[in-house]
T-cell receptor, first 110, second 116 residues
Framework: GQSLEQPSEVTAVEGAIVQINCTYQ??????LSWYQQHDGGAPTFLSY????GLEETGRFSSFLSRSDSYGYLLLQELQMKDSASYFC???????????FGKGTTLSVSS | GAVVSQHPSRVICKSGTSVKIECRSL??????MFWYRQFPKQSLMLMAT?????????EQGVEKDKFLINHASLTLSTLTVTSAHPEDSSFYIC????????????FGPGTRLTVL
């Protein structure tokens, strides 16, 4: 089968740094994406890794190790508005649908 | 940036009725669109892959006669929930992948369906 594992919950305070890990077991692998979803809203694209290494976009960075079937999302300088669910998702072939993890609920407190 | 719209954003209907949800890519063409369903506090589950001009591909366990998908143009896909029942109440989200370019998918804002 196909599975993506990520922690169910993470808590942190404003200004801190958190890392949300994702390990995957899929029948193929083309790329790893990260999405943010606030309550009642749709997922918002954050980042995409197809190759090993770190991708940085502002306060958010994402890392991928294909050999380890592992990636993470790093959120820096946390703000209250970062409280949301974060999903890792894999595409196992070019142009195919996303296979989502179960999501990590991030709670940021002051 | 790439924008995907969905209509309606929220619908309440009686059991047994049919509901049509539209998904449009506003500033790009999308050969492929995807329909997902999300129950409260759960992840997004793929229902079907919609390809322009051809039949949709449904995931295992999704009834193709109940969830009718039409992808009539490069910017529009529709999902019709036929004879809706309370267990069909969910958040339905579409995504669109720009034709001939990045593998990134852009999500619509979702449609919250409540069947009474």
């Amino acid at each position: 089968g196909q599975s993506l594992e990520q922690p169910s919950e993470v808590t942190a305070v404003e200004g801190a740094i958190v890392q949300i890990n994702c390990t995957y077991q899929t029948s193929g692998f083309y790329g790893l994406s990260w999405y943010q979803q606030h309550d009642g809203g749709a997922p918002t694209f954050l980042s995409y890794n197809a190759l090993d290494g770190l991708e940085e976009t502002g306060r958010f960075s994402s890392f991928l190790s294909r050999s380890d079937s592992y990636g993470y999302l790093l959120l820096q300088e946390l703000q209250m508005k970062d409280s949301a669910s974060y999903f890792c998702a894999v595409t196992n072939q070019a142009g195919t649908a996303l296979i989502f993890g179960k999501g990590t609920t991030l709670s940021v407190s002051s | 940036g790439a924008v995907v719209s969905q209509h309606p954003s929220r619908v309440i209907c009686k059991s047994g009725t049919s509901v049509k949800i539209e998904c449009r890519s506003l500033d790009f063409q999308a050969t492929t669109m995807f329909w997902y369903r999300q129950f409260p506090k759960q992840s997004l589950m793929l229902m079907a892959t919609s390809n322009e001009g051809s039949k949709a591909t449904y995931e295992q366990g999704v009834e193709k006669d109940k969830f009718l998908i039409n992808h009539a143009s490069l910017t529009l896909s529709t999902l019709t929930v036929t004879s809706a029942h309370p267990e069909d109440s969910s958040f339905y989200i579409c995504s669109a992948r720009p034709s001939g370019g990045t593998d990134t998918q852009y999500f619509g804002p979702g449609t919250r369906l409540t069947v009474l």
